[in-house]
């Protein structure tokens, strides 16, 4: 694997969440020095002054090449690659202000998973959206089954990017590449981008699933079956059905449905184990995802009318306070069917 890197690639990383952290700390470690843009004060003089971001990722040291910074404008300007990880209801904010600074030749990866609630639009959409001018070969997308805690670990660890254009794919597969983090290129941003944002909710209703303490076979059922929505989803958007069976479809989903480091996982547990949404999203520094793009998903599958009962029932419980113990219910007694619909 040829890993070199190029001494004058200048990159800026917008996002210290914890996967914000993570990458910008993985290219940091490959050598590059970068500027992190940083909303929250005391996470900036964290990194800054003892090279570690306590609120997302204790414990762990950050490679000294990360520059941590309040200042948006400074961090895109005059780069030739900017990597966005801020949750999906902030893109479309902190995108309309990166707009301004950020360079004609600037390539933009986003790493951020989530379909906006409004608009229905992927994290590429919306940046498509903001950044107008932005052309297809200046833009990607990155995904797959990749916890930052296990990524700064230097687990192996693999992902795909995504591009229409080739060419900027396998540029940003080579930028990010390491011996323990592999990049698979890939041209089907769509694909790519419904697997990472639709598992969360399906990592949600898995949670659940486990808090009620159904058992493995549940929960197996629950994931299989919440493949097919993602599917069906995305073969009425234009994806390619092997994204969906791959890195960013099935790897992701079976990563966020079973690991314990999963926060959408985490908050379905608790909701099955009786507890409230608003007292669980209290306690939460960190964003579950799932717990937005569930209503995403609710309308943007009744828009383009395609069945998503898992999704249905999700929505219900995160939005109306349904039982979830009704919601099982009714998904398992639902007209039985034929399988491969």
């Excluded at 004058?8 to 210290?16: E, S």
């Excluded at 486990?210 to 097919?228: E, P």
């Excluded at 949404?277 to 209290?282: A, R, W």
Aim: glycine content about 10%; proline content about 3%.
């Amino acid at each position: 694997m040829n890993t070199d890197i190029d001494q004058d690639l200048k990159i800026g990383v917008v996002g210290a969440g914890s996967w914000g952290t993570a990458l910008a700390n993985l290219l940091g470690c490959k050598g590059y020095p970068l500027d992190l843009w940083v909303f929250e004060p005391d996470v900036c003089r964290q990194i800054a002054k003892q090279h570690e971001n306590k609120v997302y990722l204790p414990g762990i040291t950050l490679s000294p090449n990360l520059r941590p910074t309040n200042d948006l404008e400074a961090v895109v300007s005059g780069k030739d690659l900017v990597l966005v990880v801020v949750p999906s209801h902030v893109m479309r904010e902190t995108t309309q202000r990166m707009a301004q600074a950020i360079g004609s030749e600037t390539m933009v990866v986003s790493a951020s998973k989530g379909i906006e609630n409004k608009t229905h639009l992927t994290m590429s959409g919306v940046i498509r959206e903001t950044l107008t001018g932005l052309g297809d070969d200046r833009l990607a997308v990155i995904s797959g089954p990749s916890f930052a805690r296990e990524v700064v670990r230097k687990a192996p660890t693999v992902v795909t990017v995504a591009s229409r254009s080739l060419a900027t794919a396998e540029k940003v597969q080579h930028v990010f590449a390491t011996p323990y983090f592999r990049v698979y290129s890939n041209q089907d941003m769509m694909g790519v981008e419904l697997g990472g944002a639709v598992k969360n909710v399906i990592a949600i209703a898995a949670g659940v699933i486990d808090g009620l303490g159904l058992g493995l076979n549940t929960r197996a059922a629950l994931i299989t079956r919440g493949l097919v929505e993602i599917q069906r989803l995305g073969k009425r958007l234009g994806a390619d059905q092997r994204t969906l069976a791959g890195i960013a479809g099935v790897g992701d989903l079976i990563l966020t449905c079973t690991g314990d480091l999963s926060r959408n996982h985490t908050v379905g547990k608790k909701i099955g184990e009786g507890l409230k949404l608003d007292d669980i999203l209290s306690e939460m520094r960190m964003v579950a995802e799932g717990v937005k793009t569930a209503k995403s998903v609710y309308n943007l599958s009744r828009k383009v009318d395609v069945e998503m009962p898992i999704c249905r029932e999700m929505y219900r419980i995160l939005y109306e306070e349904a039982s979830p113990q009704e919601a099982v219910y009714r998904l398992m007694t639902r007209d039985l069917k034929y399988e491969l619909e």
